[in-house]
């Protein structure tokens, strides 16, 4: 490699890092307000109460007969298929 492609590149890499620094500068710079944390005004809540909501006894019964009446095919497990709500905190994350 000569002399003059080594001093070519060694011009282009100058000049990129200076743009590349410049870009990182600027854009810094400019979201330096946007980066200020925010200060919360009201009270955290930590936990909720545990909330279970099943059904009641005649939920349960017309499922029953509901099931009963379907085809044991067109259900995944040949069961009724019955929702389930819960509204309970979670414990094992932070």
Do not use: C, H
Request: glycine share 4%.
């Amino acid at each position: 490699m000569n002399t003059q492609k080594f001093i070519a590149f060694a011009a282009a890499m100058a000049i990129t890092a200076a743009n590349l620094w410049g870009i990182a500068t600027y854009t810094n710079a400019s979201a330096r307000d946007n980066q200020a944390p925010v200060r919360a005004t009201t009270a955290v809540i930590k936990t909720l109460p545990a909330i279970e909501v099943t059904p009641s006894a005649e939920q349960l019964r017309e499922l029953r007969n509901e099931g009963s009446k379907r085809d044991p095919a067109a259900t995944t497990s040949g069961a009724a298929m019955m929702p389930y709500y819960s509204f309970a905190a979670d414990t094992t994350s932070a």
